[in-house]
């Protein structure tokens, strides 16, 4: 039988994830149907209790469902444990596991497609909400020299590097208006200001000579890549993390890893067409 899967959120009729996720199983031979459902923003827990009686193997969960999946999950990874949000659900015959790939997703796309070791640079997180706090403990796992999380909110900053034990590597907080006079050499961009095509409040001068400025979110030209390639800067949006983060849920699931190149080309050329 087809083994049934889904990815819930509210939104969710832009999600690419079917593309993506039917490109994974026609390359690996994987019998599943994967689908968008659009969840009532009250409606989760039962949504996800309903498709369990129905049979499906398990869920991706995009925005804003990332916490309550984490509540709702009887066990989580590690990796979820420490982002405190779950974007991927397995369900097991006896119960519910979260898991998070966001992160292995984004340092994949750096470290692999882009070729951009991680280990020993500076970086510079922007933004201090979930899309953040997914990504910050696989970033520290690369052991980067510096991890400066910049913030609107410099509490916010402080209070996501207060649950993390401490590494090899020096982790500060500031907020944005905190950044002049500071390089790096990677700066990722986790707030959602490129969905208001919003500019962020960060100088020019953050970005070290050869600097990556990388945009999680994908599929348009931000303000924060504009400003970034002016200063000579490589610019990438996040549709490298959306498709790895997905063949590592693939790979949660169904115990195959996916190439994952080809599906990027595919849906970066329905994007540009």
């Known amino acids: 039988m087809t083994d049934r899967y889904a990815v819930l959120g509210n939104p969710i009729a832009h999600s690419?994830?079917?593309?993506?996720?039917?490109?994974?199983?026609?390359?690996?031979?994987?019998?599943?149907?994967?689908?968008?459902?659009?969840?009532?923003?009250?409606?989760?827990?039962?949504?996800?209790r309903e498709l369990i009686t129905q049979g499906y193997r398990g869920v991706n969960v995009t925005v804003p469902f990332k916490f309550e999946a984490f509540r709702l999950a009887d066990e989580t990874t590690l990796r979820a444990g420490d982002a405190g949000?779950?974007?991927?659900?397995?369900?097991?015959?006896?119960?519910v596991v979260?898991?998070?790939?966001?992160?292995?997703?984004?340092?994949?796309?750096?470290?692999?497609?882009?070729?951009?070791?991680?280990?020993?640079?500076?970086?510079?997180?922007?933004?201090?909400?979930?899309?953040?706090?997914?990504?910050l403990h696989p970033l520290l796992e690369r052991k980067p020299s510096l991890l400066v999380i910049a913030n609107r909110t410099l509490e916010k900053a402080q209070?996501?590097?207060?649950?993390?034990?401490?590494?090899?590597?020096?982790?500060?907080?500031?907020?944005?208006?905190?950044l002049s006079g500071q390089q790096f050499d990677i700066v990722i961009n986790a707030t959602s200001a490129g969905l208001t095509n919003a500019a962020l409040p960060i100088p020019p001068t953050v970005y070290a000579a050869d600097g990556l400025a990388y945009d999680m979110m994908y599929g348009h030209d931000t303000?924060?890549?504009?400003?970034?390639?002016?200063?000579?800067?490589?610019?990438?949006?996040?549709?490298?993390?959306?498709?790895?983060?997905?063949?590592?849920?693939?790979?949660?699931?169904?115990?195959?890893?996916?190439?994952?190149?080809?599906?990027?080309?595919?849906?970066?050329?329905?994007?540009?067409?």
């Open 98 to 135: 979260g898991d998070n790939t966001d992160g292995a997703g984004l340092v994949r796309d750096i470290e692999v497609n882009l070729n951009r070791p991680i280990q020993a640079q500076r970086v510079l997180l922007l933004g201090a909400g979930g899309a953040a706090e997914g990504v």
């Open 223 to 273: 303000p924060f890549m504009q400003q970034a390639r002016e200063t000579g800067a490589w610019a990438v949006d996040g549709l490298g993390m959306l498709v790895e983060q997905a063949a590592e849920a693939f790979y949660v699931w169904r115990g195959v890893r996916p190439e994952t190149i080809p599906v990027m080309t595919m849906v970066r050329s329905l994007l540009t067409c």
């Open 16 to 48: 690419k994830s079917p593309l993506i996720h039917a490109a994974f199983s026609s390359q690996t031979g994987q019998d599943i149907h994967y689908e968008r459902i659009l969840v009532p923003l009250d409606g989760f827990e039962a949504t996800v």
């Open 159 to 178: 209070t996501m590097i207060a649950k993390r034990p401490t590494s090899d590597t020096e982790l500060a907080g500031c907020a944005f208006n905190d």
């Open 85 to 95: 949000a779950v974007n991927t659900l397995i369900f097991n015959q006896t119960n």
